[in-house]
Structure formats: structure tokens, C-alpha cells
């Protein structure tokens, strides 16, 4: 994965987490912010942290933001 590879964090399910999608591939369910950052240092951007991933403009959040968990 690359910083240009575009990042998708759907809307909260009835439980609370967000899957997320980096190209075509779903990485997991993140339940934080913080479960986001590992999902793409798993994916190759080991040097991003939580502020990268609550300002980046490559993060698609559907259904609301970096503080909306609960569906």
C-alpha cells in the first residue's frame, strides 16, 4: 500500500465497529481510531499514527468521522 491508495471506513455497525477497505481489499472490522492505524501500518504504513489517520484527506469516512463509533 502506498499514501496514495485510497482508504474507506464505513459507517458504524449495531455492534459498534467499522470495517475498513484499502483498495479493493476489506483489512477488518476497527472499533477506534486506533485499530485504523494498525490496519495500515499492517498495510505498509508502519510510520502513520493516529493524528495522520484523523487528518488525512486519503481516508474516506461514510457515515460519519474519526469520533463516530456507535451505529
Not at 16 to 39: C, K, N, P, T
Amino acid at each position: 500500500m502506498t499514501s496514495a491508495t485510497p482508504v474507506i471506513v464505513y459507517p458504524p455497525d449495531a455492534l459498534g465497529g467499522r470495517r475498513v477497505r484499502v483498495g479493493g481489499a476489506i483489512l477488518g472490522r476497527a472499533a477506534s481510531v486506533r485499530d485504523v492505524v494498525a490496519f495500515l501500518q499492517e498495510a505498509g504504513l508502519q510510520d502513520w499514527g493516529e493524528m495522520d489517520v484523523v487528518r488525512s484527506s486519503l481516508i474516506d469516512w461514510r457515515g460519519g468521522g474519526p469520533d463516530v463509533w456507535e451505529g
